[in-house]
């Protein structure tokens, strides 16, 4: 067993000046811009993490991580986003009634808003994860943020699928948790609760049906999300101490979140959690309006939301030929492209020069 990395820990970015912004979205909720800042520069980065997880996955320790790839890269001023669905925040603990709209009609705007004044008109390009990039493709295509120069969106982003086993948890998974097993909320940690504890049975039941590795928190991320043993990467692809503290790096989820990804896949795109809800206007409407240019990165072993970005550029690609690009990521899985110990030789070039291009 390796050391054990410190939880929340910063020790991954050096030689920059760090900084934390607080600010509040409508409906009432603290969230947190933090700065790495080494020098001025006309192009701003923001880092958008996906459910369950934080800036955390941006900034590990334990190899070259994207925060200080970009920094060394020249992009000299980034910064990361946790917002509600962050695993630094309580509100995932809590029986909530969030959506992926709250994110993209409160959260993003408002973490834009306060990015922008401290950064002026500079250009700003976003690269998001898992559901932090659906909701900020929502709050993109829906008109409630603008003036983005590029995106880059990893495993996901207008065009949620995920496999039929996956489908079956999404939808029937929420009920049973909260009224079977009152249960409103998953944990990787329920390997850790006490015997004979329903968190604890749980936890041993999902272990029974997964036999490549001997961490619970691993096996229960599998059942969270996805399709496989492992389900949200490959063994192979992360370093050793990253395996051992998966349970630090994706929190707990409130499983409301589920019943609205399921409608989305149900869909085939973007929806609505509610269908009277007129926050966002119709975000697959006219995808040819939108002019910001988008990298969708696309893992070949993705077990969690499959082909769903190849599908994404396909449409774009139809509705605006040759703005929008797609990098598919040989042997990566959904989480790895960010977290995995070679990202920083296999993906993280990849999105650089896609900044640079853009850069202009």
């Known amino acids: 067993m390796t050391d054990r990395i410190p939880r929340f ?3 991954g970015v050096t030689g920059t000046e760090m900084s934390e912004r607080l600010f509040a979205t409508e409906d009432g909720l603290g969230l947190s811009l933090t700065r790495f800042h080494r020098a001025d520069c006309d192009d701003v980065v923001l880092l958008i993490h996906g459910l369950t997880l934080s ?3 941006f900034i590990m320790p334990e190899h070259t991580n994207l925060v200080s790839y970009l920094l060394d890269a020249g992009f000299t001023d980034v910064w990361t986003l946790d ?17 992926l709209d709250d994110v993209a009609a409160f959260d993003h705007p408002a973490a834009l808003e306060a990015l922008r004044e401290v950064v002026g008109d500079r250009r700003i390009h976003v690269i998001a994860h898992c559901l932090g990039s659906v909701t900020f493709m929502a709050s993109l295509f829906g008109g409630k943020v603008d003036q983005i120069t590029s995106v880059v969106a990893n495993s996901v982003s207008l065009h949620p699928r995920v ?5 079956l948890k999404l939808r029937f998974g929420p009920a049973l948790a ?4 009152g249960m409103p909320v998953l944990d990787p940690r329920f390997g850790d609760a ?8 749980f936890s041993r039941a999902v272990s029974l049906f997964h036999r490549e590795c001997r961490d619970s928190a691993c096996h229960m991320l599998s059942f969270m999300w996805g399709d496989g043993k492992p389900a949200m990467f490959a063994h192979e692809m992360l370093h ?17 979140y589920y019943r609205h990804v399921a409608k989305m896949v149900a869909a085939g795109h973007i929806v609505p959690f509610d269908e009277a809800d007129t926050r966002l206007p119709d975000v697959m409407g006219d995808l040819g309006a939108v002019e910001t240019p988008i990298l969708l990165l696309a893992g070949t072993a993705n077990h969690v939301f499959t082909d769903s970005n190849i599908v994404t550029h396909a449409a774009l690609e139809q509705a605006a030929p040759g703005r929008h ?8 899985g959904h989480v790895d492209p960010f977290v995995g110990k070679k990202a920083h030789e296999d993906v993280f070039p990849r999105i650089v020069e896609f900044l640079r291009k853009k850069a202009v």
Not at 83 to 99: I, Q, V
Not at 178 to 181: K, M, Q, V
Not at 240 to 256: K, N, S, Y
Request: net charge negative; with cysteine.
């Open 240 to 256: 050793e101490a990253t395996h051992e503290r998966m349970e630090d790096l994706c929190g707990a989820c409130g499983v409301h």
């Open 194 to 201: 006490l015997w004979f504890t329903r968190r604890k049975v």
């Open 9 to 11: 820990t910063l020790q």
């Open 178 to 181: 909260e009224y079977g097993l």
């Open 325 to 332: 690009e797609l990098e598919l990521l040989p042997g990566y």
């Open 163 to 167: 496999s039929k086993w996956a489908a």
């Open 83 to 99: 917002y509600r669905m962050s695993n630094r925040f309580p509100y995932d603990l809590e029986t909530h009634r969030h959506t």
């Open 55 to 57: 800036r955390d996955m």
